[in-house]
């Protein structure tokens, strides 16, 4: 079935250096795309969005960017920080034909972690 | 505004047991989804609620079940427990909107021994 994959499988920095976080994706319906941050006992937290008519989108400290010719989105982290430790997940959703999104698909999971 | 409300936050269960878990969304959030989140499966869609219908489900027995309440609160169950249902139960909400970030909540860690 359609999936949503990532490359590493844990990432290892500096604090202060830039992490990139990297997630392909199989469908190539999906046209909305998010990435969760996920800290021990919590649920995942929502960081950042882009939609398929765009390619970059930027936040606090995070871009994302999309590239859809090889179906491939990424998570730049700046200035990396020991609280930014964590699990990061991308998601992928569809749009239905009749209108709405389908179910919010998962990729595995890439743990970041920060050292001094 | 409170978030996502899950509860219980742990429980332990035998097989064969059954097991409800209950979720309260963000107010005026209407839609609710279910996920089972397990180390070597991650992130597994259940199903999603909206206006207490049933609107998507994924691939889970008949065994996972769920409802939606008029104001919104969603429950699941687990009937029959196994013990490869032991995981972490997360509810998230959303509005219904073409931007549907979902919201989660911690989590329900059921372990069935």
């Known amino acids: 079935g359609e999936s949503v994959g990532l490359h590493l499988p844990t990432l290892s920095v500096q604090e202060g250096d830039n992490s990139i976080i990297n997630c392909a994706y199989s469908?190539?319906?999906?046209?909305?795309f998010i990435w969760y941050k996920q800290e021990s006992g919590k649920g995942p937290q929502f960081i950042i969005d882009?939609?398929?008519?765009?390619d970059k989108r930027q936040g606090q400290r995070v871009t994302v960017l999309l590239n859809k010719t090889v179906k491939h989105l990424s998570l730049q982290i700046a200035a990396t920080q020991p609280g930014d430790s964590a699990v990061y997940f991308c998601a992928e959703k569809t749009k239905r034909r009749s209108g709405g999104y389908n179910k919010l698909i998962f990729g595995a999971g890439t743990r970041l972690a920060v050292h001094p | 505004k409170a978030g996502v409300t899950q509860t219980p936050r742990y429980l332990i269960k035998t097989r064969g047991q059954q097991v409800t878990l209950s979720c309260s969304p963000i107010s005026g959030h209407r839609s609710v989804s279910w996920y089972q989140q397990t180390p070597g499966q991650g992130l597994q869609f259940l199903f999603e609620?909206?206006?207490?219908?049933?609107?998507n489900k994924g691939n889970f027995p008949g065994r996972f079940s769920g409802r939606q309440f008029s104001n919104s609160r969603s429950e699941m169950n687990v009937s029959t427990l196994e013990l490869g249902d032991s995981a972490l139960y997360l509810c998230a909400s959303s509005l219904d909107s073409p931007n549907e970030k979902l919201f989660f909540g911690s989590g329900t860690q059921l372990s069935v021994l």
């Open positions: 882009i939609r398929s008519n765009m």
């Open positions: 609620y909206f206006s207490e219908t049933q609107r």
């Open positions: 469908n190539s319906a999906s046209d909305y």
